[in-house]
Protein backbone atom coordinates (compact mmCIF):
# COMPACT_ATOMS: atom_id res chain seq x y z
CA UNK A 1 0.00 0.00 0.00
CA UNK A 2 1.29 3.22 -0.89
CA UNK A 3 0.55 4.82 2.22
CA UNK A 4 3.73 2.91 3.83
CA UNK A 5 6.28 4.43 1.32
CA UNK A 6 8.69 6.15 3.21
CA UNK A 7 8.32 9.35 1.08
CA UNK A 8 4.25 9.07 1.26
CA UNK A 9 4.74 9.73 5.10
CA UNK A 10 7.26 12.49 4.80
CA UNK A 11 5.41 14.52 2.17
CA UNK A 12 2.48 14.19 4.27
CA UNK A 13 4.04 15.27 7.52
CA UNK A 14 5.45 17.96 4.87
CA UNK A 15 2.29 19.22 3.60
CA UNK A 16 1.44 19.47 7.40
CA UNK A 17 3.83 21.93 8.43
CA UNK A 18 3.11 24.11 5.12
CA UNK A 19 1.14 27.23 5.11
CA UNK A 20 -0.14 27.07 1.94
CA UNK A 21 -2.99 24.24 0.90
CA UNK A 22 -1.47 21.34 0.07
CA UNK A 23 -3.43 17.57 -1.40
CA UNK A 24 -1.82 14.29 -1.64
CA UNK A 25 -2.97 11.68 -3.55
CA UNK A 26 -1.63 8.11 -3.97
CA UNK A 27 -1.41 6.57 -7.50
CA UNK A 28 -4.74 5.85 -8.32
CA UNK A 29 -5.91 8.99 -7.01
CA UNK A 30 -7.58 9.26 -3.81
CA UNK A 31 -7.13 11.56 -1.76
CA UNK A 32 -4.71 10.27 1.64
CA UNK A 33 -4.56 14.15 3.02
CA UNK A 34 -5.01 17.84 2.89
CA UNK A 35 -3.75 19.82 5.45
CA UNK A 36 -5.50 22.70 7.92
CA UNK A 37 -4.69 25.47 5.00
CA UNK A 38 -6.36 23.81 2.59
CA UNK A 39 -9.60 22.94 5.40
CA UNK A 40 -10.04 26.83 5.49
CA UNK A 41 -10.09 27.19 1.99
CA UNK A 42 -12.09 23.89 1.22
CA UNK A 43 -14.43 24.33 3.84
CA UNK A 44 -14.11 21.48 6.29
CA UNK A 45 -12.00 19.38 7.76
CA UNK A 46 -10.00 16.31 6.50
CA UNK A 47 -10.97 14.78 9.41
CA UNK A 48 -14.49 15.09 8.53
CA UNK A 49 -14.33 14.04 5.36
CA UNK A 50 -11.25 11.19 5.44
CA UNK A 51 -9.54 10.30 2.26
CA UNK A 52 -11.77 10.06 -0.77
CA UNK A 53 -11.70 8.95 -4.12
CA UNK A 54 -10.97 10.71 -7.70
CA UNK A 55 -14.34 10.79 -8.57
CA UNK A 56 -15.63 12.34 -5.45
CA UNK A 57 -13.00 15.15 -4.48
CA UNK A 58 -12.84 16.31 -8.51
CA UNK A 59 -16.39 17.42 -8.15
CA UNK A 60 -17.17 17.81 -4.48
CA UNK A 61 -15.30 21.19 -4.28
CA UNK A 62 -17.24 22.46 -7.33
CA UNK A 63 -14.29 23.54 -10.22
CA UNK A 64 -15.21 25.95 -12.57
CA UNK A 65 -13.89 28.06 -14.79
CA UNK A 66 -14.23 32.48 -14.92
CA UNK A 67 -18.13 31.99 -16.38
CA UNK A 68 -19.31 29.55 -13.52
CA UNK A 69 -19.19 26.05 -16.14
CA UNK A 70 -18.06 23.06 -14.51
CA UNK A 71 -14.61 22.31 -14.74
CA UNK A 72 -14.21 18.19 -16.05
CA UNK A 73 -12.41 16.06 -13.47
CA UNK A 74 -9.32 15.17 -16.22
CA UNK A 75 -9.00 19.06 -16.98
CA UNK A 76 -8.18 19.80 -13.28
CA UNK A 77 -4.09 19.88 -12.38
CA UNK A 78 -4.16 17.17 -9.99
CA UNK A 79 -5.97 14.76 -12.24
CA UNK A 80 -3.71 15.39 -15.17
CA UNK A 81 -0.43 14.83 -13.14
CA UNK A 82 -1.94 11.42 -12.13
CA UNK A 83 -2.89 10.56 -15.89
CA UNK A 84 0.45 11.66 -17.23
CA UNK A 85 3.20 11.42 -14.14
CA UNK A 86 4.48 14.76 -15.17
CA UNK A 87 3.28 18.47 -13.94
CA UNK A 88 0.68 20.40 -14.35
CA UNK A 89 -0.60 23.83 -13.46
CA UNK A 90 -3.68 25.63 -14.01
CA UNK A 91 -5.95 28.63 -12.06
CA UNK A 92 -9.66 28.13 -11.84
CA UNK A 93 -12.25 28.72 -9.37
CA UNK A 94 -13.64 26.49 -6.43
CA UNK A 95 -16.59 26.85 -4.64
CA UNK A 96 -16.03 25.20 -0.93
CA UNK A 97 -18.40 23.43 1.32
CA UNK A 98 -19.05 26.34 3.10
CA UNK A 99 -20.59 28.15 -0.16
CA UNK A 100 -17.70 30.74 -0.72
CA UNK A 101 -15.95 31.28 -4.00
CA UNK A 102 -12.37 31.39 -4.67
CA UNK A 103 -9.98 31.51 -7.63
CA UNK A 104 -7.22 29.56 -7.20
CA UNK A 105 -4.20 28.03 -8.83
CA UNK A 106 -2.82 24.99 -8.80
CA UNK A 107 0.48 23.05 -9.27
CA UNK A 108 0.53 19.30 -9.07
CA UNK A 109 3.80 17.06 -9.14
CA UNK A 110 4.23 13.59 -9.25
CA UNK A 111 5.46 11.25 -6.15
CA UNK A 112 8.21 9.20 -7.40
CA UNK A 113 9.96 7.42 -5.30
CA UNK A 114 13.31 4.89 -5.10
CA UNK A 115 13.50 2.67 -7.56
CA UNK A 116 11.13 4.86 -10.06
CA UNK A 117 7.98 3.76 -8.15
CA UNK A 118 4.92 6.29 -8.69
CA UNK A 119 3.94 6.98 -5.75
CA UNK A 120 0.90 9.39 -6.01
CA UNK A 121 0.91 13.40 -6.66
CA UNK A 122 1.06 16.18 -4.73
CA UNK A 123 -0.95 19.38 -5.57
CA UNK A 124 -0.42 22.60 -3.92
CA UNK A 125 -2.71 25.71 -4.06
CA UNK A 126 -3.28 29.00 -3.09
CA UNK A 127 -5.88 32.06 -3.86
CA UNK A 128 -5.00 33.62 -6.55
CA UNK A 129 -7.63 36.70 -5.67
CA UNK A 130 -8.24 38.32 -2.33
CA UNK A 131 -12.41 38.83 -1.35
Keep these: MATNHIEVILSRQLADCLTIPVFLTDPEGNLLFYNEPAEELLGKRYEETGQMPVS?????FRPMDRSGNRIPPEDLPLVKTL?????????????????ER?????????????????????ALFWKTVEP
Design 102 to 122: NEISVTAYPLIGRPDRFLGAV
Design 56 to 60: EWSTI
Design 83 to 99: MHRRPAHGTFWIEGLHG
